[in-house]
C-alpha cells in the first residue's frame, strides 16, 4: 500500500503545472471506476479539446495525496466517512459535492445454476453458495468486500480465517481473477465487475444491503476550472458510458 501510494503522488506531480499552464484536467478516481472514466474523458477530449488524465486509488488515499499537495483538480470518490471528513477539512469545495454513480453487489459463478427470477432473496443466496469456494474482496480495503462479509454474517456464515471455504482477494477484480483461474467457484463482487458474462450472474438488490454511492466533487485547488466537466459527467454521452460500465447515475 506504501509503494501504491508513493507512485500516485510522483505521478500526479508530474501534471502539477501553474494553473495558468495547464493543458489536461487531472481526474482522481476509485479504482473501479477506472474504465468509466477513461471513457468519460474520451469523450470529453472530443467535446473541448482537453485530454483527461485519469488515476485511481482508494478514496482515502486520494484525499490524502491532494493534502499533501499532489494535483488533482476533479474526484469521483465513495460517499462515506473519507468524504465528510474532506469536505470539512477543505480537501474539496463542500458546495460543489453531490452524489453522480451508484453500484451494487452481484453474484457471480463460474458454473450455471438455476438462479432465481425475480430479485435474489438470502436464501436464494444461502442456496448458491452451499458447498462451493466463495472468493469476496479484502473488507477492510474495498466497499465491495465489506458489504459481502456483512451479507455473509447475516447468512449465518463465520468469516474468519478458519473458514477455509471463503477466499479473500484484494479487490472486486481480485475476485474475477481467482474466478478466473480456479481458485474459487462463486465470487461477490461490484455489480459494474459483473458486467463479463458468467454462465452465473445475480444481482444482489433484494438483501437490504446499503447503496454503494460515488461523489464528485472540486478539489481545494484545481489547475482549470471544473466546472464544464462537472457538468457534462450529467450529459447523455456521458451517462451512457457509466451504464455500459455497469453503473447507475443518480439523478439529484
Known amino acids: 500500500m506504501r509503494i501504491f501510494l508513493s507512485a500516485l503522488l510522483c505521478t500526479a506531480a508530474l501534471f502539477a503545472a501553474p494553473a495558468g499552464h495547464a493543458r489536461d484536467l487531472v481526474v ?122 456483512d451479507l ?12 477455509k471455504a471463503i477466499a479473500v482477494a484484494e479487490s472486486s477484480a481480485g475476485v474475477l481473477s481467482f474466478l478466473a483461474t480456479g481458485k474459487a467457484q462463486v465470487g461477490i463482487v461490484y455489480t459494474s465487475d459483473a458486467a463479463a458474462s458468467f454462465p452465473l450472474t445475480v444481482r444482489l438488490t433484494a438483501t437490504d444491503q446499503p447503496p454503494i454511492e460515488y461523489v464528485v466533487a472540486k478539489a481545494r485547488d484545481p489547475a482549470l476550472d471544473t466546472q464544464p466537466f462537472m457538468a457534462f459527467l450529467k450529459s447523455p454521452e456521458a451517462q451512457a458510458a457509466f451504464r455500459s460500465a455497469g453503473l447507475v447515475p443518480v439523478d439529484e
Not at 479504482?31 to 474520451?42: N, R, T, Y
Not at 473519507?82 to 451494487?104: F, Q, S
Not at 455473509?152 to 473458514?163: A, K, Q, T
Request: hydrophobic share 45%.
Open 28 to 149: 482522481y478516481g476509485e479504482p473501479m471506476l477506472e474504465a468509466a472514466l477513461k471513457s468519460v474523458g474520451k469523450l470529453w477530449h472530443g467535446r473541448s479539446g482537453t485530454r483527461v488524465n485519469v488515476f485511481v486509488a482508494p478514496t482515502d488515499l486520494s484525499y490524502a495525496q491532494i493534502e499533501r499537495g499532489a494535483r488533482c483538480d476533479v474526484i469521483l470518490a465513495l460517499a462515506g466517512t473519507a468524504t465528510d471528513d474532506a469536505a470539512r477539512n477543505k480537501i474539496i469545495h463542500r458546495d460543489t459535492l453531490r452524489r453522480v454513480l451508484r453500484n451494487g453487489l452481484a453474484l457471480i459463478g463460474t458454473a450455471p445454476a438455476a438462479a432465481p427470477t425475480a430479485e435474489a432473496t438470502l436464501a436464494d443466496i444461502s442456496r448458491l453458495i452451499a458447498g462451493k469456494k466463495l472468493a469476496i474482496a479484502n473488507p477492510d480495503r474495498d466497499q465491495a468486500g465489506a458489504h459481502a462479509a
Open 152 to 163: 455473509l454474517r447475516r447468512l449465518g456464515i463465520v468469516f474468519d480465517d478458519r473458514n
